[in-house]
């Protein structure tokens, strides 16, 4: 079975940085896109980011130029570096894979983590 664990969320001042990382297991790694999400409280889920197998990135534009999605395949680890954080991001993070061929961009996903919090203090 496919298990994502997210790691490194925590407390942070505005202006400060956080990098959080997603370990995988139960897939082929490297031939699957992986996905950010975020959800506030009383919001619904938005996207952050994804990564392609090949390396291709696509950044939601509320994030572009602040965060930077990377990937590790030889520790089946995707990364999250969050720069300039501002309190409009606080939410729990979420770590996606799976995603579902023919859906619209940025496309739907089948597995998910138990998410990870990040709250940024003014």
């Known amino acids: 079975q496919v298990q994502l664990v997210e790691s490194g969320g925590g407390l942070v001042q505005a202006g400060g940085s956080l990098r959080l990382s997603c370990a995988a297991s139960g897939l082929t790694f490297s031939a699957y896109t992986m996905g950010w999400f975020r959800q506030a409280p009383g919001e619904e889920r938005e996207f952050v980011v994804q990564?392609?197998?090949?390396?291709?990135?696509y950044y939601a534009d509320s994030v572009k130029g602040r965060f930077t999605i990377s990937r590790d395949n030889a520790k089946n680890t995707v990364y999250l570096q969050m720069n300039s954080l501002e309190p409009e991001d606080t939410a729990v993070y979420y770590c996606a894979t799976g995603l579902v061929p023919g859906t619209r961009p940025p496309g739907e996903y089948k597995y998910w983590g138990q998410g990870t919090q990040v709250t940024v203090s003014s």
């Open positions: 990564i392609r197998g090949i390396g291709t990135t």
